[in-house]
C-alpha cells in the first residue's frame, strides 16, 4: 500500500513539472491524465449485482461398469464360464486364490456368480458336496447338443468342403482369429461369431503353448462348429448347414483377466521313488544332457510330445531348452508333457524343462489312448495319385490333415484295394 501511494505521488509531481516547463515556453497546456486504478482481487465482490456463471460438471467418459439402466446379461450357454477353456482344467482343483472373487464380467453384469476360477452354469449353492449336476443341467446339455446338430445339418460333400477350405485361404480373405498362448479364451468365442457373419467359414490360426495339445484344441472349437479343415496350426471351423447369426447364442464379454488361482507346486523337493541324493543327481545330469530340442518363442510345437517318447526310447533323461519363453510358457508346456507323454517333471532352472521318464516307464501306454484319423479326398477327381477314406472315425470328429501334419497319411496296399473293390462272396470262395 506504500508502494501504490509513493508511486503515485512521484507520477503526479512529474506530470506537474512537465505541464509548467510546456506552459512557460510554448503556452501549453497538458491534460490531466488519470492514473490507473489497479485491479484489486476483491473486484468481482465489489460488483453485486453481477451473476456468477455457473461451474460445469466434468466430463465423465462412459463407463462399461456403468449398470444404470441396463439389464443384467443372461447367457443359456450350458457350460461353465472360464477365461480359458484349453488351458485350464476343471478336474484340477486350486489350493488358493490370489485376489477376491471380483467377477472379470464386471459388478452385476452376468446373473452368474464367480467362484475365482469359473462362472459356473448352475448355482454353486445349489450343488450337492459331491459335485452332481442337477437334473437341469443335464437337460441343457441335451438340448444344446441336440441344436447342434441340427445347425450343422447333412455331410458337406467332398466338393462343398473343398469350397469352403480354398475360400478361407491367406490368399483369398484376410479374416482369422488368433490363438495364441492363452489358448481358447471366452471372448475369442465371440470373435468367431462374429466372423461367422460374414462367412460360413474361419480360419483359426494356432500357436504357441496349446499346441502341445492340438487334440483338446481341436476338441474344444467342434463344442460349437464342425473343423472340416486342419494343416499344422491353422484350422478351418465349419459353422454350420442351418446357422442364423440373428439367432447366435448370448456370449457376455470379459472385461479383464483374472488373476490365476494358486495350485500345488509343479516340482518337488524329493522325486517320488528317489532320495535326496538321487534327486540331486538326476538334477545335476538332467541339465548336462544334450538338449532334445529349443522352441522358439510362441512357435508350433505339435510335434513336442512324439519327440519326448522316441527319446525315451533310448535315454531316461530328456531336456528341452526353453531360453527365451516366459516363465509361464514353459512351466504350462511341462504340465502338457507330464499328462501326454507321461513322465515326472524334474526341474524347471536355468529356463530348462528336464523331465525324467521314470523307473516303471511303459513306452506302449499311450498308443491305446491315441486316435489317428485320415484324410478325405475327393474320389470323383481323376488325378489325384491318393485314395484315403476315414472309416473308423466319425464324421463329427475328423478333420483332414496334410503331409506335414503330426499325423501320417498311408497308402492303401493294390492287393487290397482290389479285394475292397470287387463285389462280395461267400465264404467258400474268399480265401
Known amino acids: 500500500m506504500i508502494f501504490r501511494q509513493i508511486t503515485s505521488k512521484k507520477y503526479f ?32 465482490e465489489v460488483n453485486g449485482n453481477q451473476k456468477r456463471k455457473k461451474n460445469k460438471e466434468p466430463y465423465r467418459p462412459p463407463s462399461s461398469l456403468d449398470m444404470t ?8 450357454l450350458p457350460f461353465d464360464f472360464r477365461f480359458s477353456y484349453t488351458e485350464s482344467n476343471p478336474n484340477v482343483k ?49 438340448e444344446w447338443r441336440r441344436r447342434r446338430k441340427m445347425i450343422i445339418g447333412e455331410i ?56 502341445v495339445d492340438m487334440k483338446n484344441v481341436c476338441n474344444q472349437l467342434e463344442t460349437g462348429g464342425l473343423i472340416i479343415h486342419r494343416h499344422g496350426g491353422q484350422i478351418i471351423l465349419f459353422r454350420g448347414r442351418h446357422y442364423n447369426p440373428k439367432k447366435r447364442p448370448v456370449i457376455p464379454l470379459m472385461l479383464w483377466k483374472p488373476h490365476e488361482p494358486v ?71 511341462g504340465v502338457k508333457l507330464r499328462e501326454l507323454v507321461p513322465c515326472i517333471l524334474v526341474t524347471f532352472q536355468k529356463e530348462q524343462v528336464v523331465v525324467w521318464r521314470g523307473k516303471d516307464y511303459n513306452s506302449n501306454a499311450h498308443i491305446k489312448s491315441e486316435h489317428k484319423s485320415f484324410s478325405l479326398v475327393s474320389k470323383s477327381d481323376e488325378s489325384t495319385e491318393k485314395t484315403l477314406t476315414d472309416i473308423s472315425a466319425p464324421y463329427y470328429s475328423s478333420y483332414s490333415h496334410d503331409q506335414s501334419s503330426d499325423t501320417e497319411d498311408f497308402e492303401m496296399d493294390p492287393r487290397i484295394e482290389e479285394q475292397v473293390n470287387s463285389p462280395q462272396c461267400s465264404s467258400e470262395e474268399c480265401p
Open 263 to 333: 495350485y500345488p507346486r509343479l516340482i518337488r523337493t524329493v522325486i517320488d521313488g528317489l532320495t535326496i541324493e538321487e534327486t540331486k543327481e538326476t538334477r545335476r545330469r538332467g541339465l548336462a544332457v544334450p538338449a532334445l530340442t529349443k522352441l522358439a518363442k510362441n512357435g508350433y510345437y505339435a510335434s513336442l510330445v512324439p519327440m519326448v517318447r522316441d527319446a525315451f526310447l533310448t535315454d531316461e533323461l530328456v531336456r528341452i531348452d526353453c531360453k527365451g519363453l516366459p516363465t509361464t510358457d514353459y512351466k504350462k508346456i
Open 94 to 142: 486350486p489350493i488358493g486364490l490370489r485376489e477376491p472373487k471380483y467377477s472379470p464380467f464386471g459388478p452385476g453384469r452376468v446373473d452368474r456368480a464367480w467362484t475365482g476360477v469359473c462362472a459356473p452354469a448352475v448355482d454353486p449353492v445349489l450343488k450337492s458336496v459331491e459335485g452332481d449336476v442337477s437334473n437341469d443341467a443335464e437337460k441343457k446339455l441335451e
Open 13 to 44: 509531481f512529474s506530470v506537474r513539472f512537465f505541464s509548467s516547463i510546456l506552459k512557460d515556453r510554448y503556452g501549453f497546456v497538458a491534460s490531466s491524465i488519470p492514473i490507473p486504478q489497479s485491479c484489486s482481487p476483491n473486484s468481482s
Open 69 to 76: 439402466g441396463k439389464k443384467i446379461i443372461h447367457s443359456n
Open 156 to 211: 458337406l460333400t467332398p466338393a462343398e468342403r473343398a469350397f469352403l477350405i480354398e475360400k478361407c485361404q491367406k490368399n483369398r480373405t484376410k479374416r482369422q482369429v488368433n490363438l495364441g498362448r492363452d489358448g481358447l479364451t471366452h471372448n475369442m468365442l465371440n470373435d468367431i461369431h462374429n466372423n461367422w457373419k460374414h462367412s460360413e467359414a474361419v480360419r483359426i490360426k494356432c500357436l504357441g503353448v496349446p499346441t
